[in-house]
């Protein structure tokens, strides 16, 4: 008598949210989504777009195109939208990830709390930043982000740590503070840069798109680059750590990857902004990411998205 077959692994429900256009998008969503619409631990339930004014569905159609095999989730759009895709969600334990659109999240958070709160079980947010690592009197100047910023640039750091109030739109504010289950990506740490080649060293039709869509936002932000700077560009991994985490919330697996802290955010009520920022507290109200080992996340994400095997099977 042979023992029953193991049920398979539970795949993590995700909702992801972009403000993703073709006008002024970021690749990293791309990247993003093609991670989750490749990965075996992942359900990506559907997509929410702030708008559909630009060109955001047909980059995502040929996105779905070059992932062979894979359909696009729902895609819906605005506040209504994501508060419906909430709304027809049987799962109660979705992981949102957000990564553009705060503000329509806060507002379906503030007028549905019962229903986001049976809902959704982790808030990732994934943008603003600590600070700019700005130094007085050049606080137009700014410096790439880099995992080795402190020990190269120790004079942008306060000798026991940064105590400077995390930068953002208040809406990113009222999400931080809101109570709910929020793991915080600031910028400082998750928009890690990798050379794409050594990413995407597999090849194939996902791969050549994505590094398409790289090269032209390069382009787009550095007008005077040649054509081999723009060859160069990085692949910004923004919401990674997050769905990572999602799919496998327990921390020792990732303790190595990452490093995640206690953390207490407080708002001006004048300003609506951050006014105080602590990880020294008894009384935090979400988690920060604040580390990433950049070498194992590569590593980890090479084996994920892969078009084709490097050698043939046999």
Known sequence: MTAAAAPPPRRAPVLYVSDLSYEGFDPADLFDLAYLLRSPDHDLRGICLTDLAGDGERILEALALRCAGTDMPPL????????NALA??????????????????????????GLFRAKVARLFLVGGHVND????????????INPRLREQHPDRFAPHGDARAPLGTTALSRLLTSG???????????????AAPGVLED???????????LFFAHRRDNPDADRYEAADAPVLLSALPALLLAAQPDPAVFLRLFRAVTARAEVDEATG???SWTTQTDRPNLYAVVGIDGQALSKLLTARLRDRPLVANK
């Open 76 to 83: 819906t759009h605005g506040a209504d939208g994501l508060q």
């Open 88 to 113: 027809a969600e049987p799962d109660a334990s979705v992981s949102l990830i957000v990564v553009g659109g705060f503000g329509m999240v806060a507002d379906v958070l503030a007028r549905e709390p």
């Open 133 to 144: 690592y700005a130094l007085p009197g050049r606080a137009s100047e700014r410096v790439a």
């Open 180 to 194: 709910e289950g929020v793991i915080w990506l600031p910028r400082d740490v998750c928009l890690w840069r990798y």
């Open 203 to 213: 090849g194939g039709p996902l791969t050549e798109f994505l590094l398409r869509e």
């Open 273 to 275: 902004r951050i006014s």
